[in-house]
């Protein structure tokens, strides 16, 4: 059973577009990363958000978490080829991170 | 820093054969984790650890044995591969705390034929 979908699955956009990622859960989290992995590498953490509502900002990236603490969103203000990855948003609860099914994202220059 | 390590990085068995995967890592971390990752499903947790002498099951744990006997290493052990096996492992540590990082090695490609 897989506990966070994401959506899109893939997506494919134009450098300089904008873009939303979403992760979503009818389970409730203590916390919610999103991680960014590089094909033949592991995954990296992007962000970690705790409190429902909260936004963090990485640079052009823009994280939210729930109210509810069941969904994430990710998004991206005009993209750039250095984006190009699978975004993967991790829920942790009962001691463990449950990965989401990931979001392929490629970005043309 | 050497992070986490996972050896082979690639690997092709036959159905029926056994293997372990290696992982080691260098931060002191007492959590370790072993994920599969396949096309469209993200990563699924296997089997681990939160301490040396302590393991678990994760979402899909079966056909895979793991053991810890120290802090740094933390093995997963294929008795008898199957093609549904086949897929790339990620081996994963973090601090203790619930908001702590993961930090993955750079995965092992197993084929099973």
């Known amino acids: 059973t897989q506990l966070l979908e994401q959506s899109p699955q893939f997506l494919s956009i134009q450098e300089g577009e904008n873009l939303t990622v979403y992760c979503n859960s009818s389970s409730v989290f203590s916390s919610l990363q999103w991680y960014r992995q590089e094909p033949g590498e592991g995954p990296v953490l992007l962000v970690t958000?705790?409190?429902?509502?909260e936004v963090k900002k990485l640079k052009r990236l823009t994280f939210q978490f729930g109210d509810a603490r069941k969904d994430s969103s990710l998004h991206i203000t005009a993209a750039q080829p250095g984006d190009t990855g699978l975004y993967l948003c991790?829920?942790?609860?009962?001691?463990?991170?449950?990965f989401g099914t990931g979001t392929s994202l490629t970005v043309i220059p | 820093n050497a992070g986490v390590t996972q050896t082979p990085k690639f690997q092709v068995l036959k159905t029926g054969q056994s293997m372990t995967l290696q992982c080691a890592q260098d931060m002191n971390h007492e959590y370790m984790s072993w994920y599969r990752q396949d096309p469209g499903m993200g990563l699924r947790l296997i089997h681990y650890?939160?301490?040396?002498?302590?393991?678990d099951q994760g979402e899909v744990p079966n056909g895979y044995n793991v053991s810890r006997s120290t802090t740094e290493d933390f093995p997963l052990r294929l008795l008898s591969a199957a093609p549904s096996q086949t897929s790339v492992y990620f081996c994963?540590?973090?601090?203790?705390?619930?908001?702590?990082?993961?930090?993955f090695g750079e995965g092992s490609r197993l084929t099973v034929l």
């Open positions: 994963a540590s973090r601090g203790v705390l619930n908001t702590g990082e993961l930090f």
């Open positions: 958000v705790v409190t429902g509502g």
């Open positions: 991790a829920g942790f609860t009962g001691n463990q991170f449950y």
């Open positions: 650890s939160v301490g040396a002498g302590i393991t």
